[in-house]
């Protein structure tokens, strides 16, 4: 069996597609988010994606399992939002842990029923609370969160996650480097307990980052440049680094390139399928964004590609077999610094 990192260095990999788009097209209804087990659940839960893998596990399973079909190599868990602060919308906060590890646990199932070798990402999204910004205009200075809270609501979700037997974990969709940086210590610090107990079965695994520039700027929304970026995660000794979300490919090839050239480890790019129509609906064709993103493989950008929202089955066997037979990107040899 190889590792993802001999794969990485013989091809292109391909990560999975949206997973809110898939359950759109289950048109789920309040009852069938609650489920028999939240049926009288103090507010209302319509929205709660994640909750899905505690009350529709079966639907969960069967979107992996159509991205598996489609040449997906990595899967992400349903999991972009399952930390105690944002399930504190649904009142859920306590269910953190258990959606995780759920939601492990149905990835790893999908995979195993597929019968081919693919990875599992635990998938940790940015919050709904920014550590850099103020939501209050009129107060600068104020901030909804602190450092400490945003690190112990990610260390509950790398828990439920490791734990479930992930065997990637994906930050991904960062606006917010302090975000990202709260995630990346709560994974330093949980594998670093595991390393004091003796008991502990669970050995450090591989933490992929992904950024998203929120517009023409090349910036993110907190401010950073991609470089800037970029420099403030490095630490975290990623397996890969790279941008998905908020643009199409089209629109995301520059900053991609850029990254491109940068970056010492592997690079990861899925975008969404074009910019939203005016319905905030995405209209971007399968054969469209496997063009795009066939274009940056042939220019040795990328290692790993895929797509985010608006992005289905179809796009995800679209970009596999236009990206098939081209070469991954190379890893630049770095010189070695031989100052005292």
């Known amino acids: ?161 490791v734990e479930g037997e992930v065997d990637l974990l994906l930050i991904e969709t960062i606006f917010d480097t302090l975000n990202a940086k709260a995630a990346i210590f709560a994974i330093k610090k949980y594998f670093s307990n595991q390393k004091d107990s003796i008991h502990s079965p669970h050995g450090e695994i591989p933490i992929m980052i992904s950024g998203t520039i929120t517009d023409a700027s090349g910036r993110t929304l907190s401010g950073q440049t991609l470089e800037a970026f970029y420099t403030s995660v490095m630490h975290a000794r990623p397996l890969s680094i790279g941008l998905n979300c ?6 995301m090839r520059p900053h991609i390139e850029e990254l491109s050239q940068i970056a010492s480890c592997y690079v990861s790019a899925y975008p969404n399928a074009g910019l939203p129509n005016a319905m905030g609906e995405y209209d971007e064709q399968p054969e469209d964004t496997a063009h795009y993103i066939e274009e940056w493989a042939k220019e040795g950008f990328v290692n790993i590609v895929g797509g985010c929202c608006g992005t289905t089955p179809d796009h995800i066997r679209h970009i596999a077999e236009h990206v098939k037979k081209l070469a991954p990107r190379q890893l630049p040899v770095l010189e070695k610094n031989n100052s005292i």
């Open 1 to 161: 069996m190889k590792t993802i990192q001999d794969c990485l260095n013989e091809r292109i990999l391909i990560i999975d597609g949206a997973m809110g788009t898939m359950i759109q097209r289950h048109k789920l209804k309040e009852d069938d988010y609650r489920g028999e087990r939240f049926k009288g659940w103090k507010s209302d839960v319509k929205g709660n994606n994640d909750l899905l893998c505690l009350t529709q596990p079966q639907i969960i399973k069967e979107i992996h399992k159509q991205y598996l079909e489609s040449g997906a190599d990595i899967i992400e868990t349903n999991t972009f939002n399952a930390q105690r602060v944002s399930l504190a919308d649904y009142h859920m906060e306590e269910l953190a842990y258990e959606i995780n590890f759920e939601a492990a646990k149905i990835a790893k199932e999908a995979v195993k029923e597929s019968g081919k070798q693919a990875w599992v990402a635990g998938a940790i999204g940015p919050m709904n609370k920014t550590l850099s910004l103020s939501p209050d205009v009129n107060n600068p200075g104020f901030r909804a969160l602190t450092f400490d809270d945003a690190v112990a609501a990610y260390y509950e979700q790398v828990k439920g996650l």
């Open 246 to 251: 908020a643009l199409g490919a089209k629109e």
